[in-house]
């Protein structure tokens, strides 16, 4: 069975940082490109960053470039957003999601969705 399960959302001031975790079950993160989207209420969702299967290209919005980083521990088929720098623009309903055919840019550019999904995580900037 795939799933995908955040964690580490949470309330956080501006100029603070988080780290989120996506686990991954029922597949390897080795054979999937796989990234993290957010929704802000009242906005379309967006993709974030996303790393390719062997970790050699990764994408990231105009938005967050420079202050987040994604990475991954195939070992653990974990993968990980460490966001720095948090605005209160950043608050959303973080999500990971996976897919086996699309390409980095492809999957984060939300031209083509991908097949997996986490139940998303609750990102709260604010003092």
């Known amino acids: 069975q795939v799933q995908l399960v955040e964690s580490g959302g949470g309330l956080v001031q501006p100029g603070g940082s988080l780290r989120l975790s996506c686990a991954a079950s029922g597949f390897a993160l080795d054979n999937v490109a796989i990234g993290w989207f957010r929704q802000a209420p009242g906005k379309e969702r967006e993709g974030v960053s996303c790393i390719s299967r062997t970790s050699a290209y990764t994408y990231y919005s105009d938005s967050v470039k420079g202050r987040f980083t994604i990475s991954k521990d195939n070992a653990k088929n974990t993968m990980y957003l460490q966001m720095n720098s948090l605005k209160p623009a950043d608050t959303a309903v973080y999500y990971c999601?996976?897919?086996?055919?699309?390409?980095?840019?492809?999957?984060?550019?939300?031209?083509?969705?991908?097949?997996?999904w986490g139940q998303g995580t609750q990102v709260t900037v604010s003092s």
């Open positions: 999601a996976a897919d086996p055919q699309l390409t980095t840019q492809a999957m984060c550019d939300l031209t083509l969705k991908p097949d997996y």
